[in-house]
């Protein structure tokens, strides 16, 4: 098989046209919940990949055609703020879908809880002929709306990317997010940078970035 795509947790290859398999590469990660959710999101709607097969660590699932939008912002970075409200978009339809009951709670409401993506940047939505589609639910999780922007919104913030100009288009991208999403992530902004902070995949320019946040944040 092909290698396509490699990720920090899995593997992708090519099977054939219209499919792929992605593999976990560590045992006892299950696709169960996964794939159970990318089912249920496609029947009400949301555009993910169509799952075919699901077994233990592997998942074959619809081959995609199209550059993620992180490649598109690299190569069209005019459109950095029409890719910013689209990514924003995306979050708000995510999150008129109430969460059900079956989906592990990440950060619980008072009983009014949303799915959440909870990595939901521009490496994972692929921009096809049909419009974008999200990928990789691995973190999704049940909870406020708060929380999936706060995430995003931390994630493509300490993203380690070189020169002027794209840190400057990361602000950009940041404030177009926000500008096509209706929820606000203010308040759960300082547990995202917890969390993230956790990450042992950080790199130090990252760890910097999220620890000067954090200290902004908590009114330091």
Not at 134 to 148: K, Q
Request: proline share 6%; glycine share 10%; with cysteine.
């Amino acid at each position: 098989m092909e290698l396509i795509a490699r990720g920090r947790d899995a593997d992708v290859f090519a099977l054939d046209e219209s499919r792929v398999l992605r593999r976990y590469r560590h045992e006892g990660r299950s696709t169960y919940l996964e794939s159970r959710l990318m089912t249920h999101l496609a029947a009400n709607g949301y555009p993910v990949p169509q799952v075919y097969e699901v077994t233990g660590t592997d998942m074959v699932l619809e081959r995609l055609t199209g550059p993620t939008m992180l490649e598109a912002l690299a190569q069209r970075p005019w459109q950095v703020r029409s890719l910013g409200r689209a990514l924003g978009g995306l979050h708000d339809r995510l999150h008129a879908l109430p969460a059900p009951a079956w989906l592990p709670k990440r950060f619980g409401t008072a009983g009014n809880d949303r799915v959440l993506h909870l990595d939901l940047h521009p490496g994972n939505v692929v921009l096809t002929a049909h419009g974008p589609v999200v990928i990789d639910w691995s973190n999704a999780g049940a909870g406020d709306p708060a929380a999936d922007v706060a995430m995003t919104m931390v994630t493509v913030g300490s993203a380690d990317v070189p020169g002027v100009v794209a840190r400057l288009g990361r602000g950009l991208l940041l404030r177009a997010v926000q500008g096509g999403c209706g929820t606000d992530p203010t308040p759960r902004l300082q547990e995202a940078l917890t969390i993230k902070l956790a990450d042992p995949h950080l790199t130090a320019t990252e760890a910097a970035w999220l620890r000067n946040r954090a200290a902004v944040s908590a009114g330091c």
